[in-house]
């Protein structure tokens, strides 16, 4: 057993309208966090995934997975937290100490193909310590100074498209380094020092570490908005035809 991935899977998922947590709602009729965890599985990297699970939703999550066995790969379930970066923290806390790479990936990306999964395996391998997919964008992005009143936004300025990147996941890191950032996460965030952090991969890059980027995937997409189900659900179809 050489990677195990932690899956985030606490989340309400307000945005995308009422009804079931998110990574209990269905796609093609299987729930998504079962897709997110079958992704991670296929990789022959992957011996163990840790799911962190709403709290009050354990047992209920426990028995959809098992429901949905993952044939010779060992799935554990643990309680979530209020934030993501506490369901992180939770469940990288039930990965054995002596498995080197630790993936984290959202369950809300169910389509990650393995090749991706693979890739930020090898390179955390080949000695990075920290490793994102990562996607071209196709959107222009303005930063602005935010109003929460609806009036209208003045932009401040526009980053040079061809520098960024949309980040997905799974995010790989070595072990060690994922815990001794998540722990000084806690210990900042006690202190009021710490600004919002939205991947794992910024805690690195916040304190001081080297984040690489290799090549992501389109179909890795987030489900976050109705949307998003709409196309993940063409996608399934695609890959089912
Ligand atoms: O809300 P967002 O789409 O950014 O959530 C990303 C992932 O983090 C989802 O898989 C969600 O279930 C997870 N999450 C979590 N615990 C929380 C909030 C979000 O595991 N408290």
Not at 106 to 132: I, K, Q, T
Request: hydrophobic fraction near 50%; charged fraction near 25%.
């Amino acid at each position: 057993l050489n990677a195990a991935a932690v899956v985030p899977a606490a989340g309400r998922g307000e945005r995308l309208g009422p009804g079931a947590p998110k990574a209990l709602r269905e796609l093609g009729g299987v729930p998504i966090l079962v897709h997110a965890v079958r992704a991670l599985a296929r990789s022959r990297a992957v011996g163990l995934v840790v799911v962190a699970a709403p709290p009050d939703g354990v047992a209920e999550v426990a028995a959809l997975l098992a429901d949905h066995g993952l044939p010779g790969k060992d799935v554990r379930v643990v309680a979530g937290g209020p934030t993501r970066q506490d369901s992180v923290r939770l469940g990288l806390a039930a990965v054995p100490e002596d498995v080197p790479v630790v993936l984290v990936h959202d369950a809300a990306r169910p389509l990650v193909p393995v090749e991706v999964v693979d890739a930020v395996v090898a390179a955390v391998r080949a000695g990075a310590e920290a490793v994102v997919p990562a996607v071209p964008l196709a959107d222009t992005v303005k930063r602005v100074e935010p109003h929460s009143d609806g009036t209208p936004e003045p932009v401040l300025d526009t980053p040079e498209r061809s520098s960024l990147r949309a980040v997905q996941t799974p995010q790989g890191f070595r072990r060690e380094v994922l815990a001794a950032v998540h722990q000084r996460a806690v210990t900042e965030e006690s202190a009021g020092a710490l600004p919002p952090v939205t991947d794992d991969a910024g805690l690195v890059e916040r304190f001081g570490g080297h984040v690489v980027v290799v090549p992501g995937h389109e179909e890795a997409f987030k489900v976050t908005r109705p949307l998003d189900l709409v196309l993940a659900e063409a996608v399934l179809a695609r890959r089912r035809a």
